[in-house]
């Protein structure tokens, strides 16, 4: 009766740094195999642990501009004086097989991916609270006290654009926020205009056929029909 639409849906999550959206989604994309995590490019040092490929595309500063140059993003943003951006080659082909493509992006990429695509869904990772922001930032311990303030300051600001997504979730709890953004996905899919086609039956053929149904011939409505004649 309902025909839904092949393909994929685009998710864009976003929120500051600190707040835990990538560990959330990674486990989001185990538990479904029709998720599929798109992986950036940054112009930015591989932090430790870090592997080009998986984490990111890392590239040089001149490499990004000449990628820029060459239209192979679908969106890029400098966010603490590097450059982070979305490759669209590989989005375009898992979208049209029907898979959901999640990209982590910045707040200033993901307002021109609302641009470009504004039927995508938005998703904001927050954090408890700002104290539970900071500590995290520090525990890394990647980063000097004077680069940690400055991270600090832009996350502050980004959480005032929360307004601009479609759902919020608030990482107090890791594995109740991975169950609110698999509940927010399943949930997406089942909204109207991500239908293709309804069928609808024509009514008086519906009704004839029920009531000409051997199995309801005992029914009060048959037997009255069968009087009548």
Known sequence: MIKQKKQGQLIVVSGPSGAGKDTIISKVAEANKKVWISISATSRKPRKGEEDGINYFFLTKEEFEENIKNDYFLEYAEYAGNYYGTPKEKIVEKLNKGIN??????????????????????????PPSEKTLLKRLSGRKTEDKEKIVERFNIAYKEINEVTKYNYVVVNDDLEEAISKVES???????????????????????????????????SPISEKIKEEE
Do not use: S, T
């Open 101 to 126: 493509v999640i990209l982590v992006i910045e707040i200033q990429g993901a307002m021109k991916i609302k641009e470009l695509v504004p039927e995508a869904l938005f998703i904001f990772i927050m």
């Open 184 to 218: 927010i996905i399943k949930a997406e899919k089942c909204r109207v205009d991500r239908i293709e086609e309804m069928l609808v039956a024509n009514k008086e053929e519906i009704i004839h056929e029920f009531l000409m149904d051997e199995e309801f011939d005992n």
